[in-house]
């Protein structure tokens, strides 16, 4: 019997659905009935709450208020509920133009990796990026480079891999510290070649963080999620 591949928080987009050997025989059995389903019909079912509780496929495709018209990338109710209120706060700092839209963290051993790859994808989309490779200078501990990335951007993202979850422990990143960071409403987790649970064994706290992830969708989605996200 097929097994499928993400069984405890779910698939996070439709294609991911479709690749599942488990579940992509119903979803193309519910196929015709998912495109039927608007842009605008998205939003009214987040608004009113609707679509949530029925494990399907709708239930878990939306769009959020800052999605734009044109825009194919869909959400779970579980990203928008968490991207709400950093969305909120990217609002609230539109009126400080010095402000980088996006602090990458990342592992030392990932910059010229995923970390630069991922860098180069946001920027080709016109977001502003505050990457250690051009801005952080090298030996300052990560706290400090979080910290520091976050009061000068919009929104920090924390680029979660095997070398991520090796590397914070070592840092000594304690849980009232990384509180403080999450409190701020503007630190999204970007999970890539690990999973949730294995962050959540190193950081509790980032771990019990919704965020996105490349196992569920292509990168380049991602990357468009967060584009939308900070796009003002």
């Known amino acids: 019997m097929a097994r499928c591949t993400a069984p405890v928080r779910g698939h996070r987009s439709a ?25 605008s019909s998205y939003s009214s079912a987040l608004r009113s709450g609707g679509g949530r509780s029925n494990g399907g496929v709708s239930g878990r495709s939306i769009k959020p208020r800052w999605s734009g018209a044109g825009s194919s990338v869909l959400y779970t109710p579980e990203e928008v509920r968490a991207l709400t209120p950093i969305r909120n706060n990217v609002e609230d700092l539109a009126k ?14 990932d ?40 009061a000068n951007s919009r929104v920090g993202i924390v680029l979660v891999t095997p070398a991520m979850l090796r590397r914070l422990p070592a840092e000594g990143i304690a849980d009232k510290e990384l509180s403080v960071l999450l409190s701020r409403e503007r630190l999204v987790p970007i999970v890539h070649e690990t999973t949730y649970e294995a962050l959540r064994e190193v950081s509790p ?28």
């Not at 180069?120 to 990457?131: I, K």
């Open 111 to 150: 910059r010229k990796g995923v970390a630069k790859e991922l860098y180069d994808l946001l920027e080709s989309r016109g977001v502003s990026v505050w990457f250690s490779e051009k801005d952080v200078s090298l030996g300052v501990p990560l706290l400090r480079a979080i910290d520091k990335g976050l």
């Open 15 to 39: 294609s991911a659905v479709a690749n599942c050997p488990a579940c992509g025989g119903r979803y193309g059995r519910h196929n015709s009935s998912y495109r039927s389903y608007s842009p």
């Open 205 to 232: 706290l980032l771990g019990s963080r919704t965020g996105l992830s490349t196992a569920e969708e292509p990168i380049a989605d991602v990357v468009t999620k967060l584009a939308e996200l900070v796009s003002i």
């Open 96 to 109: 400080r133009p010095d402000l980088r839209d996006v602090f990458l963290c990342h592992a030392w051993d």
